[in-house]
């Protein structure tokens, strides 16, 4: 069993920046892949980024490529989402979650355990 805890979620002016936390606790985190996801209203829940277990290897979509960064300390138990240049199209609630596939994933059926999702609204 995987414990995710999401924080950092708010609000934002167009063109900020936001850092989201993850904080982990059970299965060895060092060990699993790592992602986050998001969902604006009336949407499905889409892939926004994926980190393999060392941390060395980082996937994204094409959406937020140049703009978000994914980061994890494994000493820390802690995957980060480090989100700049912020657009309205950004709103929606963000969700860290967590595979045993050690690579990370792009597939949300690939994910075996979710956060309870962090708020995050960029006005214009």
């Known amino acids: 069993q995987v414990q995710l805890v999401e924080s950092g979620g708010g609000l934002v002016q167009s063109g900020g920046s936001l850092r989201l936390s993850c904080a982990a606790s059970?299965?060895?985190?060092?060990?699993?892949?790592m992602g986050w996801f998001r969902q604006a209203p009336g949407e499905e829940r889409e892939f926004v980024a994926t980190i393999n277990r060392s941390g060395g290897s980082t996937y994204y979509a094409d959406s937020v490529k140049g703009r978000f960064t994914i980061s994890r300390d494994n000493a820390k138990n802690t995957v980060y989402l480090q989100m700049n240049s912020l657009k309205p199209e950004d709103t929606a609630v963000y969700y860290c979650?967590?595979?045993?596939?050690?690579?990370?994933?792009?597939?949300?059926?690939?994910?075996?355990?979710w956060g309870q999702g962090t708020q995050v609204t960029v006005s214009s």
């Open positions: 059970g299965r060895t985190f060092s060990s699993i892949g």
């Open positions: 979650a967590a595979t045993i596939y050690s690579t990370g994933s792009r597939s949300y059926a690939e994910y075996n355990y």
